[in-house]
């Protein structure tokens, strides 16, 4: 079966052409670069890994629970709504949440992908475009995980949501060569790290999303730390004008991507009242500290590139997210790419253990 037929609705148009601005720029400098970013291009050339190799898809999943949630951190749980359902079709329910939310990532994937492709085009240094190619690689393999999880273990896909559709299209629209840094780097991905970073946590210890989201975490974290060196010595030179101009495109970004995770293409697949269902949402507890959790990485990053004036600050206070901004990104990176190390350690271990136990049982039948 293609992925056409594991759709909830076929996406129209099936493909999406956008119409890419800036010019592809060249540069004759090979010169050693910024010390941090040639540091951050080894520690990407490190760290590629294989997913088909690296993560065990011999793993079974529960296609009604895919991301091995907890029942309380369904968006409806505890409403009016799932009160009323019988067991079937709160396992529906759930399958087609996390089903939604995992399609989500693997759009928001091919758009970094083709994010940081247009990055190795359009950025002047070749330091930059050094990493940017590792990063296009990256999102390449993040991309065939998401969808490998969805196809082969979930057997169903949501298309790509209207607020990640008008992102993505703002940031490829713009000619701008730092536009795709901000769009991408600094918000899209930031956003992904600290929801993939949720999951990851509530998702059982054993689960092959666990697997797949510790690791496409551990690049996320150099993605954004590139977003974040590139840009902030450009902007510490803009004109007022130019800084207003780009604190005006985080602020409307910033709205569309908390309203992102609303879900409402789930409630109208499952025949839902689309309205009750966001409303229930947007004041339910867990769904409110969970959508504020999402700028955890992006409002103290956003603060250190320098896109800190009155109109950012205002919309991160009427969030709810203002006093993130004292977070210290340095360290919840390190902790992300630490997961995954451990995460890696454990299977070690576990395969250690597993190869002594054949051993033994092989000295014995003999």
Known sequence: MTTRDKYTAVPAPYSWEVTSAGDARFTWEYDDGRARLLSLYQKGKDKQWDAQSRIDWAQDVDPMNPIALPDDFHPLFGSPMWDAADDARRAEMRQHFQAWQLSQFLHGEQGAMVCAAKIVEVVPDMDAKFYAATQAMDEARHVEAFSRLLQEKVDLVYPINKHLT????????????????????????????????????????????????????????????????????????????????????????????????????????LGMDVQECAQWVDASPLMVQFRSHLFSRIVPIVKDIGLWGDKVQKAFRDMGVLEMAGLDIEVLMKADEDQAEALDKAHAEMAERALEVDEVIAVGAS
Not at 211 to 240: C, N, P, W
């Open 166 to 269: 008008a992102l993505l299209g703002d940031t490829l629209h713009d000619s701008r060569w730092d536009m795709p840094y901000l769009g991408m780097q600094v918000l899209i991905e930031g956003l992904a790290l600290a929801a993939f970073g949720v999951l990851r946590d509530m998702s059982a210890q054993d689960s092959l999303a666990k697997q797949v989201l510790a690791y496409v975490m551990q690049d996320e974290a150099r993605h954004v730390a590139f977003g974040r060196i590139s840009l902030k010595d450009y902007y510490s030179a803009l004109t007022e004008a130019e800084r207003k101009d780009r604190e005006e495109f985080v602020v409307d970004a910033c709205y569309l991507m908390r309203d992102r995770f609303r879900g409402e293409e789930v409630f109208e697949t």
